[in-house]
């Protein structure tokens, strides 16, 4: 499985919000990381997909925040900064690395969401790819 990198450390671009949320986090958290609610704490924490509990992804966080500091993740919508090299339409899992998304399932299989052509620049070049988070 290849892991998913960020093309601007710290920085996920909201090209669409239809559902998104603010909690303070529970520990270092990066932007394009997979967050999940704490149920115990009510705050963000990373997720992975190594047990059915770590895999319950609620949204991406869109910033890179520090343990206690607010951070917003997008549960259903459009992200861009990501550095894609799969295929336009490829589903995008949680990685069995905390706070990281891959191109293969992690052990629990968790969609995060598929990759999408973005036409935000001039026509005659190739699209851009974003992610469609759909949880």
Request: aromatic share 6%.
């Amino acid at each position: 499985m290849a892991l998913i990198a960020v093309a601007v450390a710290g920085k996920i671009e909201i090209v669409e919000s239809i559902q998104q949320m603010t909690l303070p986090a529970a520990e270092a958290i990066v932007a394009g990381a997979p967050v999940r609610i704490d149920t115990s704490a009510g705050t963000f924490t990373n997720s992975n997909g190594t047990t059915a509990p770590e895999a319950r992804v609620w949204g991406i966080a869109v910033a890179s925040v520090a343990a206690n500091e607010p951070v917003t993740a997008v549960r259903r919508g459009v992200l861009d900064g990501f550095t894609f090299s799969q295929a336009y339409d490829a589903a995008i899992y949680v990685a069995d690395t905390d706070g990281r998304l891959g191109d293969a399932a992690g052990t629990v299989s968790t969609v995060v969401g598929r990759v999408l052509p973005g036409w935000a620049q001039r026509l005659g070049t190739a699209a851009d790819k974003v992610l469609s988070v759909e949880l």
